[in-house]
Protein backbone atom coordinates (compact mmCIF):
# COMPACT_ATOMS: atom_id res chain seq x y z
CA UNK A 1 0.00 0.00 0.00
CA UNK A 2 1.20 3.47 -1.02
CA UNK A 3 2.09 6.06 1.74
CA UNK A 4 -0.71 8.11 -0.65
CA UNK A 5 -3.01 4.92 0.30
CA UNK A 6 -2.10 4.50 3.78
CA UNK A 7 -2.92 8.21 4.82
CA UNK A 8 -5.97 8.47 2.86
CA UNK A 9 -7.85 8.40 5.96
CA UNK A 10 -7.36 10.55 9.06
CA UNK A 11 -6.63 6.57 10.70
CA UNK A 12 -3.40 6.29 8.20
CA UNK A 13 -2.62 10.36 8.66
CA UNK A 14 -2.51 9.92 12.33
CA UNK A 15 -0.39 6.46 12.14
CA UNK A 16 1.94 8.32 9.58
CA UNK A 17 2.68 11.23 12.55
CA UNK A 18 3.15 8.91 15.34
CA UNK A 19 5.56 6.94 13.07
CA UNK A 20 7.68 9.63 11.41
CA UNK A 21 7.40 12.50 14.12
CA UNK A 22 6.55 10.53 17.37
CA UNK A 23 3.26 11.98 17.88
CA UNK A 24 0.92 10.06 19.07
CA UNK A 25 -2.77 12.13 18.71
CA UNK A 26 -6.33 10.81 19.17
CA UNK A 27 -8.96 11.51 16.57
CA UNK A 28 -10.18 14.39 19.14
CA UNK A 29 -6.63 16.15 19.19
CA UNK A 30 -6.83 16.15 15.07
CA UNK A 31 -9.65 17.90 15.38
CA UNK A 32 -8.78 20.37 18.14
CA UNK A 33 -6.44 23.64 17.53
CA UNK A 34 -3.23 22.93 16.35
CA UNK A 35 -2.40 25.34 19.65
CA UNK A 36 -4.08 23.25 21.89
CA UNK A 37 -1.77 20.12 21.42
CA UNK A 38 0.80 19.95 23.44
CA UNK A 39 3.81 18.71 21.21
CA UNK A 40 2.88 19.99 17.98
CA UNK A 41 4.70 23.31 16.23
CA UNK A 42 6.01 24.77 12.80
CA UNK A 43 8.95 22.21 12.69
CA UNK A 44 6.57 19.41 12.68
CA UNK A 45 4.18 20.27 9.75
CA UNK A 46 6.84 21.16 7.64
CA UNK A 47 8.60 17.64 8.31
CA UNK A 48 5.29 16.22 7.25
CA UNK A 49 4.96 17.96 3.71
CA UNK A 50 8.43 16.84 3.44
CA UNK A 51 7.92 13.46 4.11
CA UNK A 52 4.54 13.04 1.85
CA UNK A 53 6.29 15.22 -0.68
CA UNK A 54 9.08 12.28 -1.22
CA UNK A 55 6.71 9.72 -0.63
CA UNK A 56 4.38 10.45 -3.08
CA UNK A 57 6.54 12.78 -5.54
CA UNK A 58 4.27 15.40 -5.84
CA UNK A 59 5.03 19.09 -4.34
CA UNK A 60 2.47 20.22 -1.35
CA UNK A 61 1.51 23.78 -1.50
CA UNK A 62 2.62 25.07 1.91
CA UNK A 63 1.10 28.13 1.84
CA UNK A 64 -2.13 26.72 2.18
CA UNK A 65 -1.28 23.97 4.53
CA UNK A 66 -0.18 26.95 6.66
CA UNK A 67 -3.49 28.09 7.03
CA UNK A 68 -4.82 24.99 8.42
CA UNK A 69 -5.82 25.64 12.50
CA UNK A 70 -5.90 21.59 13.14
CA UNK A 71 -4.36 18.36 12.04
CA UNK A 72 -7.59 17.27 10.05
CA UNK A 73 -7.26 20.45 8.41
CA UNK A 74 -4.07 19.43 7.41
CA UNK A 75 -4.87 16.35 6.27
CA UNK A 76 -7.16 17.34 3.99
CA UNK A 77 -5.44 19.65 2.50
CA UNK A 78 -2.56 16.89 2.22
CA UNK A 79 -5.09 15.02 0.16
CA UNK A 80 -6.38 17.09 -1.79
CA UNK A 81 -3.11 18.37 -3.20
CA UNK A 82 -2.06 14.66 -3.68
CA UNK A 83 -4.50 13.93 -6.04
CA UNK A 84 -7.40 12.34 -4.01
CA UNK A 85 -10.17 13.35 -1.62
CA UNK A 86 -10.05 12.15 2.17
CA UNK A 87 -12.41 9.78 3.15
CA UNK B 1 25.65 32.09 27.65
CA UNK B 2 27.64 32.81 24.90
CA UNK B 3 26.15 35.36 22.14
CA UNK B 4 26.79 36.21 18.85
CA UNK B 5 24.66 39.51 19.46
CA UNK B 6 25.11 42.97 17.77
CA UNK B 7 25.91 46.10 19.64
CA UNK B 8 22.29 47.27 19.45
CA UNK B 9 20.66 44.49 21.28
CA UNK B 10 21.52 43.61 25.17
CA UNK B 11 21.37 40.13 26.14
CA UNK B 12 18.71 38.36 27.60
CA UNK B 13 17.94 39.30 31.57
CA UNK B 14 16.61 36.08 33.52
CA UNK B 15 13.77 36.86 35.70
CA UNK B 16 11.77 35.08 38.44
CA UNK B 17 7.78 35.68 39.27
CA UNK B 18 8.50 36.78 42.44
CA UNK B 19 10.85 39.16 44.00
CA UNK B 20 12.55 40.14 40.66
CA UNK B 21 14.23 43.43 40.75
CA UNK B 22 13.51 44.84 37.03
CA UNK B 23 15.78 46.99 36.34
CA UNK B 24 17.98 45.18 34.56
CA UNK B 25 15.00 45.61 32.23
CA UNK B 26 14.17 49.13 32.14
CA UNK B 27 18.01 49.76 32.00
CA UNK B 28 18.18 47.96 28.69
CA UNK B 29 15.17 49.86 27.60
CA UNK B 30 16.64 53.04 28.38
CA UNK B 31 20.53 51.62 26.78
CA UNK B 32 18.59 50.25 23.49
CA UNK B 33 15.59 50.51 23.51
CA UNK B 34 14.73 46.68 23.61
CA UNK B 35 14.92 44.78 26.60
CA UNK B 36 15.04 40.36 26.40
CA UNK B 37 13.64 38.60 29.45
CA UNK B 38 13.53 34.72 30.00
CA UNK B 39 12.19 32.72 32.55
CA UNK B 40 10.98 29.42 33.18
CA UNK B 41 7.42 27.79 32.97
CA UNK B 42 8.17 25.72 36.47
CA UNK B 43 8.61 29.32 38.20
CA UNK B 44 6.08 31.60 36.55
CA UNK B 45 3.01 28.83 36.39
CA UNK B 46 0.41 30.21 38.14
CA UNK B 47 -0.02 27.79 41.06
CA UNK B 48 0.65 29.56 43.31
CA UNK B 49 -2.04 32.59 42.17
CA UNK B 50 -5.43 32.07 43.92
CA UNK B 51 -7.98 31.81 40.80
CA UNK B 52 -9.36 35.27 41.44
CA UNK B 53 -5.90 36.67 41.07
CA UNK B 54 -5.07 34.54 37.76
CA UNK B 55 -8.35 35.77 36.66
CA UNK B 56 -7.94 39.49 37.57
CA UNK B 57 -3.84 38.74 35.82
CA UNK B 58 -5.33 36.96 32.26
CA UNK B 59 -8.24 39.51 31.72
CA UNK B 60 -9.64 39.11 28.66
CA UNK B 61 -7.37 35.74 28.01
CA UNK B 62 -9.16 34.41 31.20
CA UNK B 63 -11.87 32.70 28.72
CA UNK B 64 -9.05 31.69 26.27
CA UNK B 65 -7.37 30.00 29.37
CA UNK B 66 -10.34 28.28 30.42
CA UNK B 67 -11.33 26.20 27.22
CA UNK B 68 -7.91 24.98 26.98
CA UNK B 69 -8.13 21.10 27.81
CA UNK B 70 -4.85 20.16 28.25
CA UNK B 71 -3.52 21.28 31.72
CA UNK B 72 0.24 21.58 30.53
CA UNK B 73 -1.11 23.79 27.65
CA UNK B 74 -2.73 26.24 29.77
CA UNK B 75 -0.20 26.38 32.63
CA UNK B 76 2.26 27.38 29.38
CA UNK B 77 -0.47 29.75 28.49
CA UNK B 78 -1.12 31.06 31.97
CA UNK B 79 2.73 31.52 32.75
CA UNK B 80 3.77 32.97 29.25
CA UNK B 81 1.03 35.65 29.66
CA UNK B 82 2.05 36.06 33.32
CA UNK B 83 5.71 36.67 32.53
CA UNK B 84 4.68 39.11 28.94
CA UNK B 85 2.98 41.30 31.33
CA UNK B 86 4.83 41.91 34.00
CA UNK B 87 8.07 42.36 31.68
CA UNK B 88 5.48 44.87 30.11
CA UNK B 89 4.35 46.19 33.23
CA UNK B 90 8.09 46.72 34.96
CA UNK B 91 8.52 48.39 31.70
CA UNK B 92 5.69 51.15 32.10
CA UNK B 93 6.16 51.26 35.97
CA UNK B 94 2.52 49.92 36.06
CA UNK B 95 0.55 46.86 37.38
CA UNK B 96 0.80 43.78 35.34
CA UNK B 97 -3.16 43.19 35.95
CA UNK B 98 -3.55 46.69 34.27
CA UNK B 99 -2.04 45.27 31.25
CA UNK B 100 -4.43 43.82 28.19
CA UNK B 101 -3.59 42.24 25.61
CA UNK B 102 -4.52 42.35 22.01
CA UNK B 103 -4.14 39.51 19.15
CA UNK B 104 -3.17 40.35 15.38
CA UNK B 105 -4.54 38.12 13.02
CA UNK B 106 -1.56 35.52 13.27
CA UNK B 107 -2.09 35.47 16.60
CA UNK B 108 0.70 38.20 17.39
CA UNK B 109 0.58 39.71 20.79
CA UNK B 110 0.54 43.21 21.51
CA UNK B 111 -0.47 45.88 24.57
CA UNK B 112 -3.54 47.26 24.09
CA UNK B 113 -3.47 50.82 24.45
CA UNK B 114 0.28 51.15 25.01
CA UNK B 115 1.30 50.79 21.06
CA UNK B 116 4.69 53.02 22.18
CA UNK B 117 6.24 49.71 23.58
CA UNK B 118 6.10 46.29 20.97
CA UNK B 119 5.72 43.17 22.49
CA UNK B 120 7.08 39.57 21.42
CA UNK B 121 6.71 36.48 22.96
CA UNK B 122 8.09 32.74 22.33
CA UNK B 123 7.96 29.39 24.98
CA UNK B 124 9.59 26.19 24.31
CA UNK B 125 10.26 23.28 26.84
CA UNK B 126 10.53 24.77 30.15
CA UNK B 127 11.70 28.45 28.67
CA UNK B 128 9.19 31.31 28.16
CA UNK B 129 11.17 34.58 26.35
CA UNK B 130 9.67 37.82 26.01
CA UNK B 131 11.19 40.84 23.85
CA UNK B 132 9.94 44.59 24.12
CA UNK B 133 10.80 47.37 22.61
CA UNK B 134 10.40 51.10 22.11
CA UNK B 135 12.02 51.19 18.49
CA UNK B 136 9.42 49.63 16.94
CA UNK B 137 8.71 46.16 15.97
CA UNK B 138 10.09 43.02 18.04
CA UNK B 139 10.06 39.33 17.13
CA UNK B 140 11.65 36.35 19.29
CA UNK B 141 12.24 32.75 19.09
CA UNK B 142 13.58 29.72 21.22
CA UNK B 143 14.14 26.40 20.13
CA UNK B 144 16.30 23.88 21.89
CA UNK B 145 20.11 24.43 20.55
CA UNK B 146 19.69 20.40 20.02
CA UNK B 147 16.91 20.11 18.41
CA UNK B 148 16.87 17.72 14.90
CA UNK B 149 16.00 20.01 12.54
CA UNK B 150 18.60 19.47 9.51
CA UNK B 151 17.41 16.69 7.11
CA UNK B 152 17.51 16.46 3.18
CA UNK B 153 14.48 17.55 2.22
CA UNK B 154 13.51 19.89 5.19
CA UNK B 155 15.82 22.26 3.97
CA UNK B 156 14.07 22.94 0.70
CA UNK B 157 11.20 24.24 2.94
CA UNK B 158 13.11 25.91 4.87
CA UNK B 159 15.96 28.15 3.48
CA UNK B 160 17.03 30.28 0.25
CA UNK B 161 19.10 28.76 -2.28
CA UNK B 162 21.72 30.73 -1.18
CA UNK B 163 21.30 29.44 2.78
CA UNK B 164 21.73 25.58 1.20
CA UNK B 165 24.55 26.06 -0.62
CA UNK B 166 26.17 27.75 2.55
CA UNK B 167 24.68 24.75 4.33
CA UNK B 168 25.85 22.03 2.29
CA UNK B 169 29.29 23.19 2.37
CA UNK B 170 29.54 22.83 6.12
CA UNK B 171 30.71 19.11 7.71
CA UNK B 172 27.82 17.12 8.89
CA UNK B 173 28.03 18.27 12.51
CA UNK B 174 27.65 22.01 11.83
CA UNK B 175 24.45 21.76 9.68
CA UNK B 176 22.03 21.35 12.48
CA UNK B 177 23.21 24.09 14.55
CA UNK B 178 23.30 26.33 11.70
CA UNK B 179 19.76 25.69 10.65
CA UNK B 180 18.44 25.73 14.23
CA UNK B 181 20.09 28.90 14.12
CA UNK B 182 18.45 29.90 11.06
CA UNK B 183 15.17 28.66 11.67
CA UNK B 184 14.99 30.89 15.13
CA UNK B 185 16.21 33.87 13.18
CA UNK B 186 13.06 33.29 10.58
CA UNK B 187 10.39 32.94 12.82
CA UNK B 188 11.96 36.05 15.23
CA UNK B 189 11.52 38.33 12.05
CA UNK B 190 8.28 36.67 11.07
CA UNK B 191 6.81 37.53 14.26
CA UNK B 192 8.11 40.75 14.39
CA UNK B 193 6.29 41.47 11.31
CA UNK B 194 3.05 39.54 12.30
CA UNK B 195 3.50 37.10 9.23
CA UNK B 196 3.96 33.97 11.38
CA UNK B 197 4.80 31.47 8.85
CA UNK B 198 2.67 33.16 6.18
CA UNK B 199 6.06 34.60 4.89
CA UNK B 200 7.53 31.93 3.13
CA UNK B 201 10.86 30.85 4.66
CA UNK B 202 12.40 30.54 1.52
CA UNK B 203 11.53 33.92 0.48
CA UNK B 204 14.19 35.51 3.27
CA UNK B 205 17.67 34.46 4.31
CA UNK B 206 20.25 34.79 6.60
CA UNK B 207 24.07 35.36 6.54
CA UNK B 208 26.30 32.71 7.84
CA UNK B 209 27.67 32.92 11.90
CA UNK B 210 29.95 35.34 13.02
CA UNK B 211 28.95 38.31 10.58
CA UNK B 212 26.54 40.81 11.23
CA UNK B 213 23.48 39.92 10.79
CA UNK B 214 20.63 41.40 7.81
CA UNK B 215 18.02 40.05 5.70
CA UNK B 216 18.80 38.53 2.41
CA UNK B 217 17.03 37.62 -0.54
CA UNK B 218 17.08 34.27 -1.49
CA UNK B 219 20.35 34.56 -3.65
CA UNK B 220 22.38 36.04 -0.75
CA UNK B 221 22.40 39.84 -1.49
CA UNK B 222 21.23 42.37 0.58
CA UNK B 223 17.47 42.53 1.25
CA UNK B 224 17.13 45.26 4.05
CA UNK B 225 18.94 48.12 5.40
CA UNK B 226 20.30 48.83 8.90
CA UNK B 227 16.54 49.96 10.18
CA UNK B 228 16.65 45.52 11.27
CA UNK B 229 18.57 44.16 14.23
CA UNK B 230 19.42 40.73 14.91
CA UNK B 231 21.17 38.68 17.10
CA UNK B 232 21.10 34.92 18.74
CA UNK B 233 21.81 33.59 22.05
CA UNK B 234 22.88 30.32 23.43
CA UNK B 235 21.15 30.40 26.91
CA UNK B 236 22.00 27.41 29.60
CA UNK B 237 19.03 27.18 31.41
CA UNK B 238 19.32 24.60 34.03
CA UNK B 239 21.12 21.61 31.81
CA UNK B 240 19.50 22.87 28.88
CA UNK B 241 20.67 24.76 26.19
CA UNK B 242 18.39 26.78 24.22
CA UNK B 243 18.93 28.45 20.77
CA UNK B 244 17.13 32.36 20.56
CA UNK B 245 16.94 35.19 18.04
CA UNK B 246 15.68 38.36 18.10
CA UNK B 247 14.66 40.55 15.59
CA UNK B 248 14.01 44.50 16.46
CA UNK B 249 13.16 46.80 13.60
CA UNK B 250 13.47 50.43 14.01
CA UNK B 251 10.92 52.42 12.84
CA UNK B 252 12.87 55.82 13.01
CA UNK B 253 10.67 57.08 15.49
CA UNK B 254 13.46 58.42 17.61
CA UNK B 255 13.96 56.82 21.28
CA UNK B 256 11.45 57.08 23.87
CA UNK B 257 13.68 57.24 27.26
CA UNK B 258 11.03 57.28 29.64
CA UNK B 259 8.73 54.69 28.97
CA UNK B 260 5.87 55.01 31.73
CA UNK B 261 2.73 54.28 31.53
CA UNK B 262 1.70 58.05 32.56
CA UNK B 263 3.93 59.77 30.91
CA UNK B 264 3.82 57.87 27.44
CA UNK B 265 0.14 59.37 26.47
CA UNK B 266 0.40 61.12 23.72
CA UNK B 267 0.22 64.73 23.99
CA UNK B 268 -2.65 65.90 21.92
CA UNK B 269 -4.52 62.99 22.87
CA UNK B 270 -4.33 63.55 26.34
CA UNK B 271 -5.17 67.50 26.02
CA UNK B 272 -8.51 66.47 23.47
CA UNK B 273 -9.32 63.80 26.15
CA UNK B 274 -9.47 66.22 28.89
CA UNK B 275 -11.13 68.67 26.84
CA UNK B 276 -14.32 66.32 26.18
CA UNK B 277 -14.33 65.57 29.60
CA UNK B 278 -14.72 69.12 30.54
CA UNK B 279 -17.09 69.62 28.08
CA UNK B 280 -18.76 66.66 29.44
CA UNK B 281 -18.74 67.55 32.68
CA UNK B 282 -20.39 70.90 31.89
Not at chain 2, 159 to 168: A, I, V
Amino acid sequence: MSLLERTADLLGFLDLIRDELGLDLSVQEAEADLDALPAWDSVHLLRLVMLIEQETGRRIPVASVLQARSIAQIHAHVVASAGGGPR
Amino acid sequence: MNTSAQASLGVPVAVGATGTDWDAVRADLRRYGTALVYGTLADWRPGDLAPDALRALLGRDWARYCDIAHEDIRDRYAASRRLLKSAAAAALHADAVDMELTYGPTGRPYLRGCDQIDITLSHTDDLLMVGLTTRGLIGVDAELADRRIYSKGLDRLICTPHERLGLGELAPEERNPRLVRLWTLKEAYSKAIGQGMQFRFTEFGFGPDGRPLQVNRPDGTPGAGAEWAFATYYLDVGDTEFCVSAAVYDAGLGRTFDTGITTMLDAEAAEALALALAAAAN
